[in-house]
């Protein structure tokens, strides 16, 4: 057995696997797989399936690789234990560096270290991490060459190279997979020694941080295209200007901020400080901005002070910031040059460099050795002093003057700096003015004197604002997008917008939103599952949900505990503000972003398991109610199950059908389609694309009619794989759907033979379509002019159709007309064209009642064919006033389920009643051309879209019309265009009628007696007797001879309703 010969039973094995990975089920997929490889030895997917790892995430990744450089030459010039003593010095370093920044030693491969920022535990700024790691490892192998050279005469160097992507990180392995790795090593070729290189993604996330030099694009082995790159020179020392964003709303605060720098200027500020308070990117730091521009620009001084994430225990560090900056000091400043530019800074300050330097020194880390005398003091004593030096150096650099003391940032603070900002608070003398800014949290003291804001996210009008602000060439569909995802958080829009240029940031979450997103949700492990079930079902859901998707629900009846506590997670999750409650048992995610994020977690295979599984649990959850289809389709697409969803998206269709929203249920159908299109070539897949396409063939037929070019080839396809399979039952279902698009159209023979043909391809199984098959050719040969064969079919259908269960054929008839209602509708004028009103109005009662007991838009329809049969029955017997309701009726019912079609015949059907009105009342003959210009304009409309059924009934009320307004050329040229259309399309129903108006157009007393006889003959062999004696009351007006007249008459079986008689027993009489 070869896999040539097997591939069908390979591509099934592997499909089953592919559902049980999909399904959790990894004991049932290995076995498949197994089984798989035993045929197909070398098969890449079962080896793929059994490869699959439970313990792996889609992540981005900060990832630095640290090479040393030409360390083989090294080796082969020193002893192996000097060469260990160094190369032991260099990793000891790198581990400190790295813990110190909490990045992750991933391996060490040769003399190159890799190590991941952002894993194990993440950070809102692995970037600047890791490009800050990077730099002291520099600086540490430095200092190793320094000693290196001193002992053995050699010397060491690093090059380091960072990069940031998506890969694939195994857990369980400790590794990472994918692009992003490979780059970042191959970044380290391109540093010189003793530098630090970043790639393009990273560069513009630490630009504000770092001095860049940009190299141009170079190639790089294993990388296909250039490569571009940038050396990091040095960490900044000096602000880079922030970038200008508009501020849009935040009226209040803007009003609070004017006045206090009105009374600062004036010197009456006795509350000094505001406070901005809320979480990341809602704008806190945007309102320091404002209040220093307003502050510049009333001529007052600004001190920033700044907190970090990295020294949140380092005592007065935004005040080291603070001296650095003024001084320009940066990381590479040695000591003795850091206390030159101290001195320096306090001078121009007009303070004594000799009494404060001692206690401003140890704040930047300079000691004494680099040129100034200690403080002779300690512990406590030394702490105050230090402190109220600070002090005094932040009362100078105010200037005296108005000014604004800005912190950032204050829940990064230390206890010390913190202590700093209270006094200053406490001492302000009515000219300062000092904006905080922090997160939520307690950092906020209760003695402080501050008016406290707390920020909240903008509405949707100031979110749009914000958006044209940045971009007013973003359209509107755009800024909904936009609006949607940011949740009205300011620094969110900036950064979507700024990458709503490059197509693939259009759909992930900006790199400088990524970690400060992924570190707030990312607490522990146990967090993973549940966020991916969670972004997977949506921005919201319910717990029961929640936990079916995780699999809590099925693990809560066993003893064994090897899920995440769901509901815990949850807690865990609502505490730190990544998702929120939403109802008793409902969570949402607290911004779209967040989930967005979660969303990425999911290693594609876990992805797909994961909507499966929802899949199932919408279901299963729905027990009495219809499950949201739309939703359930949606995750099976997701999880590649095509068949169930189509499946879904079929049931969805039926949903929006009951609903009326016909669009909608198209939409749906064509989803299922684009579904199925995926599925495995087979006889399946043929069953489930014709059911659909029969479906959607229904729906447009019902809303459109045969003016969709769509319904034909719905059906024509349909009976293509009807034909080329082995379906009796499809076969079938195509050709009677061809039928129901032919009908309309008036191409009878073909609609004929297509139905003459169905009773072969009947089985024992089909006998319900006997009923409908009897209907359609009754309605057929009825509109051949057989009125007899038509009534013998149609009163076999209602006799068949009483023998068989009505779910049958209401659950199998893909045809807008249903038979029941056809039936009787075509019996009713069968029953009019011999006379008997009392016969036909019963039969058109049936038939309302038959629609009462369809569901849409199989009862809509049907019923505007009612109505139709219903007008035109009350036009034939005079009853005019009655045929006016039920036009209007008509066109209402059309308009409230939608059917633009429908609506439109009722439009012609009015018009034609009105007219036939005017002609009752006696209306001047300028009036009724304009009645029948309207009838005429509707009904070639309607010729041109194909909808030529019935049209040469209202071509006889047209001639009928013309001829009474004196146009009788208009009006003989109008109804032999209708009898050549009649002979074209076998539409024979209403030659007899048409014949007879035709004749009142002619002049000739001879013509028109010939005319009249044939039309009479015609009428008499179709079994029109209504027809013949319209004929004999026309020809009594040119012989005055009342023996035909008499004679017709007595055949005749209608009551006095009928205007005909009432007319003929009057002249007999």
């Known amino acids: 057995m070869t896999p040539g010969e097997n591939s069908a039973l390979i591509d099934d094995l592997l499909d089953r696997a592919v559902r049980a990975v999909n399904d959790g089920d990894r004991a049932t997929a290995a076995t498949l797989a197994g089984q798989v490889l035993a045929v197909d030895h070398d098969n890449p997917d079962a080896e793929d399936l059994l490869s699959a790892s439970d313990h792996g995430e889609i992540r981005r990744l900060t990832i630095m690789f640290a090479d040393l450089v030409d360390s083989t030459a090294l080796s082969t010039r020193i002893e192996p234990e000097s060469y260990h003593t160094l190369i032991g010095q260099f990793r000891k370093d790198v581990v400190r560096i790295v813990d110190s920044y909490e990045g992750h030693i991933s391996s060490v491969k040769g003399d190159g270290v890799l190590v991941l920022f952002g894993h194990p535990k993440p950070h809102e700024n692995d970037v600047r991490r890791a490009v800050s790691a990077g730099l002291d490892i520099t600086n540490a192998v430095a200092q190793i060459s320094e000693q290196a050279q001193r002992r053995f005469g050699v010397t060491l160097d690093v090059r380091v190279g960072i990069h940031r992507g998506v890969v694939y990180l195994d857990v369980e392995q400790d590794d990472i997979y994918g692009l992003a790795a490979n780059l970042a090593a191959r970044l380290t070729a391109l540093a010189e020694p003793g530098s630090v290189v970043v790639s393009d993604v990273v560069a513009p996330l630490v630009r504000e941080y770092f001095e860049l030099d940009d190299r141009p694009p170079v190639p790089v082995k294993g990388i296909d295209g250039n490569v571009a790159h940038h050396v990091v020179a040095a960490e900044r020392s000096t602000d880079v200007p922030a970038r200008s964003v508009p501020l849009i709303g935040r009226e209040r605060e803007r009003a609070c901020l004017r006045e206090c720098c009105r009374r600062a200027h004036a010197g009456t500020l006795d509350a000094a400080g505001v406070a901005f308070r809320g979480e990341a990117g809602i704008g806190k730091t945007r309102m320091a901005v404002e209040a220093a521009d307003m502050v510049r620009a009333s001529g007052g001084t600004v001190v920033e002070l700044r907190g970090s994430p990295l020294h949140t225990d380092t005592g007065l560090y935004p005040i080291r910031r603070l001296i650095e900056r003024r001084c320009g000091i940066t990381r590479l400043t040695e000591g003795a040059t850091r206390l030159q530019l101290l001195k320096r800074e306090l001078h121009s300050l007009n303070l004594d460099p000799e009494s404060m330097v001692p206690f401003l020194a140890p704040v930047l880390g300079v000691g004494p050795e680099h040129g100034y005398q200690p403080a002779a003091v300690e512990a406590h004593a030394l702490y105050e002093l230090i402190a109220a030096t600070v002090q005094q150096y932040l009362t100078a650099c105010f200037g005296g003057g108005m000014s604004l003391l800005v912190t950032e940032d204050v829940h990064w603070y230390d206890p010390s700096t913190c202590e700093l900002v209270g006094s200053t608070l406490t001492a302000a003398g009515g000219r300062l003015l000092v904006v905080m800014t922090g997160r939520e949290g307690t950092w906020l003291r209760d003695d402080w004197p501050v008016e406290v804001f707390d920020l909240t996210p903008l509405n949707d009008e100031e979110s749009d604002a914000l958006i044209r602000a940045l971009d007013p060439a973003v359209g509107q569909e755009q800024r909904a997008e936009v609006c949607r995802r940011c949740d009205g958080v300011p620094f969110h829009i900036e950064h979507v917008v700024a990458g709503l240029g490059a197509l693939e940031d259009q759909v992930r979450v900006p790199e400088a939103l990524y970690d400060p997103l992924f570190a707030r949700m990312h607490t522990d492990s146990a967090v993973v599952p549940v966020l991916e079930a969670a972004a997977v079902i949506g921005r919201t859901g319910d717990l029961a949900l929640l936990r079916s998707v995780v699999g809590d629900g099925a693990q809560a009846d066993t003893d064994t505990e090897t899920g995440p506590d769901v509901d815990g997670v949850v807690t865990a999750l609502t505490d730190i503000r990544v998702l929120e409650p939403a109802g008793p048992e409902g969570w949402r995610f607290r911004h779209e972003l967040l989930r967005e994020v979660a969303v990425e977690l999911a290693p594609p295979s876990v992805h797909r398991q994961l909507h499966a599984r929802t899949a199932h649990a919408l279901v299963r959850a729905a027990v009495d109610v219809e499950p949201d289809w739309p939703v359930v389709a949606g995750h099976y697409a997701q999880a590649h199950r095509f068949a169930e969803a189509a499946q879904a998206f079929q049931k969805a269709s039926v949903v929006a059908r009951r609903r009326g929203a016909l669009q909608e249920a198209l939409d749906c159908l064509t989803n299922a389609l684009t579904q199925i299109s995926h599925c495995h070539p087979g006889p399946s897949r043929d069953r489930a694309e014709i059911a659909v396409r029969l479906e959607r063939g229904f729906i447009l037929g019902t809303a459109l ?365």
């Open 705 to 1069: 009619g045969t003016m969709s070019g769509e319904v034909p080839r719905e059906f024509e396809r349909c009976l293509d794989l009807a034909t080329a399979g082995d379906s009796d039952d499809d076969l079938f279902a195509a050709l009677s759907a061809l039928v129901s698009y032919y009908v309309p159209r008036a191409e009878l023979r073909r609609a004929r033979d297509l139905l003459e043909s169905l009773p072969g391809r009947l089985t024992e199984n089909r006998k319900w379509s006997y009923p409908a098959i009897t209907s359609s050719l009754g309605s057929v040969l009825w509109l051949q002019g057989d009125f007899a064969a038509a009534r013998k079919y149609l009163d076999r259908s209602l006799e068949e159709w009483a023998d068989h269960d009505p779910r049958e054929l209401d659950n199998a008839w893909w045809v807008n007309s249903d038979p029941v209602s056809t039936a009787h509708t075509y019996l009713a004028l069968v029953h009019l064209g011999r006379g008997d009103l009392t016969r036909a109005d019963a039969e058109l009662i049936a038939s309302v009642r038959r629609c009462e007991n369809l569901e849409y838009p199989q009862n809509a329809y049907n019923r505007q064919h009612t109505y139709f049969k219903e007008i035109w029955v009350c036009l034939e017997c005079g009853r005019l006033d009655r045929a006016a309701v039920l036009a209007a009726d008509m066109r209402r019912c059309a308009e409230q389920a939608g059917l633009d079609l429908w609506r439109m015949v009722s439009s012609t059907e009015y018009a034609t009643v009105k007219a036939l009105m005017a002609l009752r009342d006696g209306a001047d003959p300028e009036t009724l051309r304009v009645n029948a210009d309207k009838i005429i304009r509707r009904v070639d409309g309607s010729r041109m879209m194909s909808l030529n059924v019935y049209l040469t009934f209202h071509d006889a009320v047209i001639g009928r019309l013309l001829t009474a307004a004196g146009h009788p050329d208009r009006a003989r040229e109008r109804l032999d265009m209708a009898l050549r259309h009649a002979e074209e399309t076998g539409m024979h129903f209403h030659d007899a009628e048409l014949m007879r108006e035709r004749a009142r157009t002619l002049d000739d007393p001879a013509d028109r007696r010939a005319q009249l006889d044939a039309a009479k003959q015609l009428a008499n062999q179709q079994g029109a007797v209504l027809f013949e004696l319209r004929c004999a009351l026309d020809c009594f007006e040119l012989t005055r001879d009342t023996g035909e007249l008499r004679s017709t008459l007595d055949r005749f079986p209608g009551d006095h309703r009928w205007p005909e008689r009432v007319r003929a027993e009057r002249i007999l009489s």
